[in-house]
């Protein structure tokens, strides 16, 4: 998702703004199949998602709103890239993590064709799997769905600094992974995007084609996404948005390297209207445009959690799943008032010129997709709540106030670390200054070779160990390799 996939930053807000606001979830349909929303609701939604661009210097969007088994609202705001080319609904946008909602559904695919069971190990299809690490041995096609293999985050981003493209380049990243100690027991939660690129090659093995192959020809297709792609070149091909970050401020178009070994969890492209077909095909029990792709039993696996990271939230399959609670509706019947809490799924994206997100309420039947091609690895929850803040109006409050949920270290340790850099170069240009005026005039430099060292080293090693101190702390607080981060 920064290139930091996996949307780890922002988990925490995201959770706090669904507590806080109570939002409703959105989804996608056939184009052809919804009368739209009512005027005044969708120009209330454009002025909106314009508002909130400029406030968070975003250069295009593209935002699909769903109800029932049709779109109700679709359209692309600002530009798909430097030249100025207007976004689209169809226009193909980096989906960071929100490929993982994408990359469950072929893994049931899969379960349904009978070639991979939920509850078997993967050393069954891939026999030297735990040779390596024996704590990898039992870990099963379930845990990694629900990320309880036990990897950590940094595990599952080392390869981001790999753009190895040949063919074996999924069976490549799985054995480093197989070689990778696991920092938590089997069972134990944590989000690590090494899950998703093991079930993408759980795929290719059980189904004998390239998983690139395989997600457009048995889910793609199916779903009617005739502007999603799992190649960078034919993602290209098709106008994909162009990425920015804004560098201290400043939007400069920045390419995020392409992992073709990590598209599983991270590198699949989609345009909103694509993702709305998705979204449509949750909300209607594994169906779309008449196809059943899934099972509703099979669905029901992707929608029910495998594990809680805390008492209040837990991960299904590629989809977070959030109690409402301030959407809550007091039931005053009976002797005992009872509140009824909607349930949202979800999934957000990050990499760092990309910020995306799905949201789903399934009772309501609403959905929604919002994607940007700009992110800030700073207070990249700032990107992620524009699709809250449109559900909320869809049940008709008003959008709250878009807030930074981050650790503030990591909101300015960039910044800081900079000046600290700047301020070590201004001191060694004083040093230099100084030394040369010594030279020119030896009676006003301090007597003695080490007097001269001893004025002018320690300042400098201070500042070398509060540069270095900033960069340690950047370092742990990201939770990423520095091969990544740098």
Same mark, same amino acid.
């Given at each position: 998702?920064?290139?930091?996939?996996?949307?780890?930053?922002?988990?925490?807000?995201?959770?706090?703004?669904?507590?806080?606001?109570?939002?409703?979830?959105?989804?996608?349909?056939?184009?052809?199949?919804?009368?739209?929303?009512?005027?005044?609701?969708?120009?209330?939604?454009?002025?909106?998602?314009?508002?909130?661009?400029?406030?968070?210097?975003?250069?295009?969007?593209?935002?699909?709103?769903?109800?029932?088994?049709?779109?109700?609202?679709?359209?692309?705001?600002?530009?798909?890239?430097?030249?100025?080319?207007?976004?689209?609904?169809?226009?193909?946008?980096?989906?960071?993590?929100?490929?993982?909602?994408?990359?469950?559904?072929?893994?049931?695919?899969?379960?349904?064709?009978?070639?991979?069971?939920?509850?078997?190990?993967?050393?069954?299809?891939l026999p030297w799997f735990g040779d390596e690490q024996p704590a990898l041995a039992e870990v099963t096609v379930s845990d990694l769905l629900g990320h309880q293999s036990g990897w950590s985050v940094g595990d599952g981003q080392a390869n981001l600094a790999d753009s190895y493209d040949g063919a074996d380049a999924f069976e490549r990243n799985v054995h480093r992974l197989a070689s990778t100690e696991p920092t938590y027991a089997r069972g134990t939660f944590e989000y690590s995007n090494a899950?998703?690129?093991?079930?993408?090659?759980?795929?290719?093995?059980?189904?004998?084609?390239?998983?690139?192959?395989?997600?457009?020809?048995?889910?793609?297709?199916?779903?009617?996404?005739?502007?999603?792609?799992?190649?960078?070149?034919?993602?290209?091909?098709?106008?994909?948005?162009?990425?920015?970050?804004?560098?201290?401020?400043?939007?400069?178009?920045?390419?995020?390297?392409?992992?073709?070994?990590?598209? +599983?969890?991270?590198? @699949? !492209?989609?345009?909103?209207? &694509?993702?709305? =077909?998705?979204? %449509?095909? $949750?909300?209607?029990?594994? #169906?779309?445009? +008449?196809?059943?792709? @899934? !099972?509703?039993?099979?669905? &029901?696996?992707? =929608?029910?959690? %495998?594990? $809680?990271?805390?008492?209040? #939230?837990?991960?299904?399959?590629?989809?977070?799943?959030?109690?409402?609670?301030?959407?809550?509706?007091?039931?005053?019947?009976?002797?005992?008032?009872?509140?009824?809490?909607?349930?949202?799924?979800?999934?957000?994206?990050?990499?760092?010129?990309?910020?995306?997100?799905?949201?789903?309420?399934?009772?309501?039947?609403?959905?929604?997709?919002?994607?940007?091609?700009?992110?800030?690895?700073?207070?990249?929850?700032?990107?992620?709540?524009?699709?809250?803040?449109?559900?909320?109006?869809?049940?008709?409050?008003?959008?709250?106030?878009?807030?930074?949920?981050?650790?503030?270290?990591?909101?300015?340790?960039?910044?800081?670390?900079?000046?600290?850099?700047?301020?070590?170069?201004?001191?060694?240009?004083?040093?230099?200054?100084?030394?040369?005026?010594?030279?020119?005039?030896?009676?006003?430099?301090?007597?003695?070779?080490?007097?001269?060292?001893?004025?002018?080293?320690?300042?400098?090693?201070?500042?070398?160990?509060?540069?270095?101190?900033?960069?340690?702390?950047?370092?742990?607080?990201?939770?990423?390799?520095?091969?990544?981060?740098?």
């Amino acid at each position: 998702s920064d290139q930091f996939t996996g949307g780890v930053v922002v988990r925490a807000g995201i959770r706090a703004v669904l507590l806080a606001i109570g939002c409703a979830v959105l989804t996608t349909a056939p184009i052809v199949a919804a009368e739209p929303l009512d005027p005044e609701l969708a120009d209330a939604i454009r002025d909106y998602t314009r508002r909130e661009m400029d406030s968070l210097g975003v250069p295009g969007a593209a935002v699909v709103v769903v109800h029932g088994d049709g779109i109700v609202f679709a359209e692309g705001f600002g530009r798909a890239d430097a030249d100025g080319r207007e976004v689209t609904p169809t226009t193909p946008f980096d989906l960071a993590s929100v490929s993982k909602s994408l990359t469950a559904i072929a893994v049931m695919r899969q379960v349904e064709a009978g070639a991979l069971e939920l509850d078997a190990p993967v050393r069954r299809y891939l026999p030297w799997f735990g040779d390596e690490q024996p704590a990898l041995a039992e870990v099963t096609v379930s845990d990694l769905l629900g990320h309880q293999s036990g990897w950590s985050v940094g595990d599952g981003q080392a390869n981001l600094a790999d753009s190895y493209d040949g063919a074996d380049a999924f069976e490549r990243n799985v054995h480093r992974l197989a070689s990778t100690e696991p920092t938590y027991a089997r069972g134990t939660f944590e989000y690590s995007n090494a899950n998703y690129d093991v079930l993408a090659h759980l795929v290719e093995v059980s189904s004998g084609v390239p998983f690139a192959e395989y997600i457009e020809t048995r889910v793609f297709e199916p779903l009617d996404m005739r502007h999603s792609h799992a190649t960078e070149s034919s993602a290209d091909a098709d106008g994909m948005a162009q990425g920015f970050y804004p560098f201290f401020g400043i939007r400069v178009p920045y390419e995020v390297p392409y992992i073709p070994g990590g598209i +599983g969890s991270g590198f @699949l !492209s989609a345009s909103a209207e &694509d993702l709305g =077909h998705a979204l %449509i095909f $949750h909300l209607n029990g594994g #169906s779309y445009g +008449g196809a059943q792709v @899934l !099972s509703p039993e099979s669905l &029901d696996v992707l =929608h029910r959690p %495998i594990s $809680h990271p805390d008492p209040s #939230s837990g991960y299904a399959g590629g989809l977070w799943v959030y109690p409402l609670w301030s959407a809550g509706a007091l039931n005053a019947e009976g002797d005992r008032p009872e509140y009824r809490v909607p349930v949202v799924l979800e999934h957000g994206g990050d990499h760092a010129s990309a910020a995306t997100a799905i949201l789903l309420l399934p009772e309501e039947r609403w959905g929604v997709a919002v994607l940007f091609n700009i992110n800030d690895g700073a207070a990249p929850s700032r990107y992620h709540q524009l699709h809250y803040g449109i559900a909320t109006m869809l049940l008709g409050g008003e959008a709250p106030e878009t807030v930074a949920y981050e650790d503030p270290v990591l909101q300015y340790i960039r910044t800081i670390v900079v000046a600290v850099i700047l301020l070590q170069l201004v001191g060694i240009a004083w040093a230099i200054r100084r030394l040369r005026r010594w030279r020119r005039s030896p009676d006003s430099a301090p007597r003695g070779r080490g007097a001269i060292v001893g004025h002018l080293i320690p300042a400098l090693a201070l500042d070398v160990a509060v540069t270095a101190a900033f960069v340690w702390l950047y370092l742990d607080r990201s939770e990423a390799p520095f091969e990544v981060l740098a």
